[in-house]
């Protein structure tokens, strides 16, 4: 949780139009906000859709502020910095992360708002004006900065002159209308910008996995649009073929499996997945509870890369593997009595290695920065090795590599805190901390049992 004595503590009054930003006068606000809509508004349906409107410029207004703030903490944060010798390039380091905290967000998304927070201000003053004033949202402002970071200064100065000019306007643009408008301009101003930018989106394609509502995941490939027709077409084609010869599988369905079958190497493109074997071997880490395993206990299982699974599914995968003559390894964790988190592992050297380092990936799942949910890239230790910080799981943590290069700058300090917890303090004096996500359940003070870690091999 985010840290506020600081805002309790006494510090100096502010008065003046500086009082409307004090953290104080805010909370106070939002309390009483708060109650109001406890106790009902009272108000007629007229009022309500007034109060409605009228919130949501107050919400556009707060981004605003949010962004201000975001940008007067990266000025004040770079001039400290500098002071303390931290070389131009690197005086940006953390502040992203600070804001990402304080707005219980991600550090992708903090990144986002204080990019957005300085460039609208500086290059995009009509749009700044209208989102300001509550005009426009910060996704609006958002789809401007974006459909325009192709240009040069003057061309954006001259594209926000021209799009953004009239508030009114712009107030009642739709979102396309208004990425149609930045790109029309962009494209009569500099085309071949545009150029440049698309063949650099060309060489960000990648592909991606995030969970789904009931254990399914969504793959996503961002590809140039030629490559992502033609991907599209091929399933299509196989999903025709398959219903031409009276295949009972929807269209979506056989789209799907084909998919799967060709990426991992099947015979059958509009197979199963699980009709052929895999071409090369692919390894899951699977963590649950032996109860659940050898049991048909419902302890929840957790699956790396993914997240948490129900034992059900936990077992249909091991049972699968088994049926297919895969190899299974079994290897037993247990973990603390008192709080279900895994118990740590020693090591030696300075580097985590091998097995120590897997033991941290699976017991802190993803990254330990609060409201960071990225894959762990860096197992780090907490007490840094040059402060005589021990190679030990107690002392490691995983960490997305833009949080480990974070906390590098100036000013942050993490220790390992009570139970196994991480206690991170940021340049600004907040205290931020952190546990990792319990793995088993436990009842009546006792453990609930041991844990395994299943690693099923297709091959």
């Given at each position: 949780m985010f840290d506020e004595r600081r805002v309790r503590s006494g510090e100096r009054p502010l008065s003046g139009r500086h009082a409307v930003l004090g953290a104080s006068g805010i909370e106070e606000w939002a309390?009483?906000?708060?109650?109001?809509?406890?106790?009902?508004?009272?108000?007629?349906?007229?009022?309500?859709?007034?109060?409605?409107?009228?919130?949501?410029?107050?919400d556009c207004v707060i981004t605003a502020a949010q962004a201000h703030l975001a940008r007067e903490l990266d000025e004040?944060?770079?001039?400290?910095?500098?002071?303390?010798?931290?070389?131009p390039s690197r005086q940006v380091a953390g502040v992203a992360q600070q804001v990402a905290l304080a707005r219980r967000e991600s550090p992708h998304r903090g990144r986002q708002h204080l990019g957005l927070a300085k460039v609208v201000a500086r290059e995009l003053p009509h749009t700044w004006s209208a989102w300001r004033a509550g005009r426009i949202t910060e996704w609006k402002a958002t789809i401007v900065a974006r459909e325009t970071a192709c240009l040069s200064l003057a061309d954006r100065l001259a594209v926000d002159e021209v799009v953004a000019r009239d508030a009114t306007a712009l107030e009642t643009m739709g979102d396309r209308e208004l990425a149609s408008a930045c790109l029309a301009q962009a494209a009569r101003l500099d085309a071949a910008a545009l150029v440049a930018r698309r063949r650099r989106a060309e060489g960000e394609r990648r592909v991606t996995l995030r969970p789904a509502p009931d254990t399914m995941t969504y793959l996503?490939?961002?590809?140039?649009?030629?490559?992502?027709?033609?991907?599209?077409?091929?399933?299509?084609?196989?999903?025709?073929?398959?219903?031409?010869?009276?295949?009972?599988?929807?269209?979506?369905?056989?789209?799907?499996?084909?998919?799967v079958a060709r990426v991992c190497g099947s015979a059958d493109t509009a197979a199963t997945p699980t009709s052929g074997d895999m071409a090369a071997p692919v390894s899951l880490g699977l963590v649950m509870t032996d109860a659940a395993l050898f049991?048909?206990?419902?302890?929840?299982?957790?699956?790396?890369?993914?997240?948490?699974?129900?034992?059900?599914?936990?077992?249909?995968?091991?049972?699968?593997?088994?049926?297919?003559?895969?190899?299974?390894?079994?290897?037993?964790?247990?973990?603390?009595?008192?709080?279900?988190?895994?118990?740590?592992?020693?090591g030696r050297g300075r580097r985590f290695r091998g097995s120590l380092a897997r033991f941290v990936r699976l017991r802190d799942r993803i990254c330990r920065t609060p409201w960071c949910d990225a894959p762990i890239r860096h197992v780090d230790h907490v007490r840094r090795h040059a402060d005589d910080g021990p190679t030990r799981g107690r002392n490691a943590q995983g960490l997305c590599e833009a949080c480990n290069y974070a906390k590098d700058a100036p000013g942050w300090l993490a220790r390992p805190g009570p139970g196994g917890g991480v206690e991170t303090m940021t340049p600004s004096g907040r205290t931020v901390s952190s546990r990792p996500p319990p793995v088993a359940r436990i009842i009546r003070g006792r453990q609930l049992p041991a844990l395994t870690i299943d690693y099923v091999l297709a091959g």
């Open positions: 309390t009483a906000l708060s109650g109001a809509l406890e106790a009902g508004s009272g108000l007629d349906d007229g009022g309500r859709v007034d109060a409605l409107r009228a919130l949501e410029r107050l004040s944060q770079r001039a400290v910095q500098a002071e303390a010798g931290v070389r996503t490939a961002l590809l140039p649009v030629k490559d992502g027709v033609a991907a599209l077409a091929a399933l299509t084609r196989a999903a025709d073929s398959a219903r031409a010869v009276g295949d009972e599988r929807s269209r979506g369905q056989v789209m799907a499996d084909a998919l049991g048909g206990a419902d302890d929840e299982a957790h699956l790396e890369g993914f997240g948490p699974i129900p034992a059900e599914l936990a077992r249909e995968i091991v049972s699968g593997a088994c049926a297919r003559d895969e190899e299974v390894w079994l290897r037993r964790l247990y973990a603390s009595p008192t709080s279900g988190e895994l118990v740590a592992m020693d």
